[in-house]
């Protein structure tokens, strides 16, 4: 069964340090997204991004966050400067309709 | 602005015994509803929809039905099993986005004992 995968599982950074965080979505799918979990909290949406660009984001994401599509497979999150609280659990998901969006098992990110 | 409010957990219970999960949403327009499982170091997975009123979802034995009247999603089972342990979250779709996010609720932890 299709899958959405996302690399690394846990990534360790300094604080002011930029990191990448990559995803490879169903290959069908048209529309991606990401979303965070701060320990304790709730998921978060953070931004979606269909057609190359991004369609919607939230007051989370600011300046410090992009998204890209490289290439026909990989969709990056890209945090410039991390902060503290930075720190969170990084969700990839990706569907090709509306409903249903099929969620990677996401990217720790501990930020020191 | 939408928002979906989850009962507190962490909630045990023993193999067989009932189980529900309350969720109450507040949204703009006609959202879609969802109940999403999180088994331990697993990502979010999809466990059931329902996309307009008085819709019942239903999977793996798990139930929830679309109450309009009550802004209700509540998630049962019958007979829940070890295996269920888990962290449930149920989440809204609202129609009004327009880059389909969902709005999801704090989880409630399911522990079932055998």
């Known amino acids: 069964e299709p899958e959405v995968t996302q690399t690394p599982s846990h990534q360790v950074t300094q604080m002011g340090q930029e990191v990448i965080l990559r995803c490879v979505p169903i290959?069908?799918?048209?529309?991606f997204y990401w979303y965070r979990q701060i320990l304790g909290q709730k998921v978060e949406f953070l931004v979606s991004?269909?057609?190359?660009?991004?369609?919607?984001k939230s007051e989370i994401f600011d300046d410090q966050f992009s998204v890209e599509r490289p290439d026909g497979s990989n969709f990056t999150l890209k945090i410039r400067s991390t902060k503290l609280e930075d720190s969170a659990m990084y969700f990839c998901?990706?569907?090709?309709?509306?409903?249903?969006?099929?969620f990677g098992p996401g990217t720790r990110l501990t930020v020191t | 602005g939408n928002s979906v409010t989850q009962m507190e957990g962490p909630v045990t219970l023993s193999e067989e015994a009932f189980l529900t999960i309350n969720c109450t949403y507040t949204?703009?327009?006609?959202?879609?509803l969802f109940w999403y499982v999180q088994y331990p170091g697993e990502g979010l997975q999809l466990l059931l929809k329902?996309?307009?009123?008085?819709d019942k979802g239903s999977n793996k034995g798990f139930e929830a039905t679309y109450r309009k009247e009550t802004t209700s999603f509540h998630l049962e089972k019958g007979s829940v099993q070890v295996s269920d342990s888990a962290v449930y979250f149920c989440?809204?779709?609202?129609?009004?986005?327009?880059?389909?996010?969902?709005?999801f609720g704090k989880g409630t932890s399911l522990l079932v004992t055998p």
């Open positions: 998901a990706s569907n090709g309709g509306i409903y249903e969006q099929y």
């Open positions: 949204a703009t327009g006609y959202p879609s």
């Open positions: 329902a996309t307009k009123a008085d």
């Open positions: 290959s069908n799918h048209l529309y």
């Open positions: 989440a809204l779709l609202s129609n009004s986005n327009s880059g389909y996010a969902l709005n």
């Open positions: 991004f269909y057609n190359n660009e991004i369609s919607e």
